[in-house]
């Protein structure tokens, strides 16, 4: 079967291409991925899969039965671009201005429609069913992973069971174009928001024995006494990190403001950890204002909860790449501090996140996610769709 689905894999790879690059011309924010929703209908269609469309809005659910009886296995990849001005100079660069695809998701989708066309050639054999999700709004919280699973996207419907495993890819710049990177157990962070804001009390900044608080000085005590909660409270073996990136206080060199405000954020690998470290989050900020005669406010806006492969699904990734690309293309990865709302999938079956390298240090494809240079080497979709639809096919015959 391996080399059935290469074959096809490079038959079908200008036809990827050429997918990746229209998506990538006409990049569209989250849940405003109306034309690129269409797209994907489009190209499933004649592929003889069950098409849902609107599902969270612009997502997009697919369902390809197979002749065989088994489990149903999900895969899934995000459609939203970033609000970036594009600084590339080929020729298919947005052509949305302030909208761009720096995170990858041209190719996520290029890759899962390019698996879909694969399956839908060896359906006969494929045992269960392949269900492909096309999910909006990955990169703005709330996201839309919660939505498309709250409209059923890993659920069981007539005959066919709920998915038995969910698997999805991120590109990634550092690792090279052919190398698939795994990771079993913790792999990507919870990612919150936190907001303080220091209320003391505005004066003459010669006079600040008149005034009840400095807010300045009170919002350099909060910064460096929070750092007391990832250094003394969390476990040592919970990656964690609190920054504030962003100190603002709208007084002057000879006036003392009202109020300061700082803006962080928290990430986590563990959920226990992260839901106590806000509970202290609050009562750090709060005691030490008071201890200084003023008062903090604390918010904290959840973003995505921390991503845990399931070990078995990512040692199942792992045989499954080596078989497919051979061992001297599948790495270990490190934990990566960037959040992903895959993780919902991953509370609802078991599964596994794994990366797929877009990087080449000799054709300069090297910029990092979220920059206005960022793109992929191409030849990476030589790899990800037929490496998608056989852990799919080898899963669904795993049973
Ligand atoms: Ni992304």
């Known amino acids: 079967m391996i080399d059935r ?19 990538h011309r006409n990049p569209e924010l989250a849940f405003e991925e109306y034309e690129t929703a269409r797209l994907v209908a489009e190209t499933l269609r004649p592929l003889g899969l069950d098409v849902r469309t609107g599902v969270a809005r612009t997502g997009v659910v697919a369902t390809l039965t197979g002749g065989r009886p088994g489990p149903t296995v999900a895969l899934r990849a995000d459609i939203d671009a970033l609000p970036i001005f594009e600084a590339n100079d080929f020729d298919f660069v947005s052509k949305n201005p302030g909208k761009m695809h720096a995170c990858g998701h041209d190719a996520h989708t290029a890759s899962l429609l390019g698996a879909a066309m694969i399956l839908a050639r060896v359906r006969d054999e494929v045992s269960g069913t392949v269900r492909f999700l096309f999910q909006p709004s990955e990169e703005k919280i709330p996201g839309g992973a919660k939505t498309m699973i709250a409209e059923g996207a890993l659920g069981g419907s007539g005959g066919t069971p709920g998915a038995a495993a969910v698997f999805g890819q991120h590109v990634r710049p550092d690792l090279r174009a052919g190398k698939i990177g795994v990771r079993a157990g913790m792999f990507m962070a919870s990612a919150d928001e936190v907001y303080v804001t220091v209320r003391g009390e505005g004066g003459h900044a010669a006079a ?35 920054s504030f990136g962003r100190v603002a206080a709208e007084g002057a060199a000879n006036v003392l403001p009202v109020s300061a405000r700082l803006e962080g954020t928290f990430r986590a690998m563990d959920e226990r950890w992260r839901f106590r470290a806000h509970e202290l989050i609050r009562r750090v900020a709060a005691h030490t204002a008071r201890a200084f005669g003023a008062e903090a406010d604390v918010e904290i806006v959840a973003g995505y909860p921390a991503l845990f492969n399931d070990p078995e699904a990512a040692a199942f990734v792992r045989e499954a790449a080596v078989a497919y690309a051979g061992a001297e293309h599948v790495v270990d990865v490190d934990l990566w501090f960037a959040g992903e709302d895959f993780a919902y999938y991953l509370r609802e079956a078991p599964g596994c996140f794994y990366v797929l390298g877009v990087g080449n240090p000799e054709a300069g494809i090297t910029h990092g996610l979220h920059t206005p240079r960022f793109t992929v080497d191409e030849d990476a979709l030589r790899l990800a769709p037929g490496f998608m639809a056989y852990l799919a096919w080898r899963r669904g015959v795993a049973g």
């Open 5 to 23: 689905i290469q074959a096809f894999s490079e038959e079908i790879f200008p036809e990827v291409v050429r997918l990746r690059r229209a998506i």
């Open 208 to 242: 600040p024995h008149e005034i009840a608080a400095d807010a300045v000085l009170v919002a350099a005590h909060v910064v460096v006494a929070l750092q007391s909660v990832v250094s003394r409270n969390c476990p040592p073996d919970v990656p964690s990190v609190l």
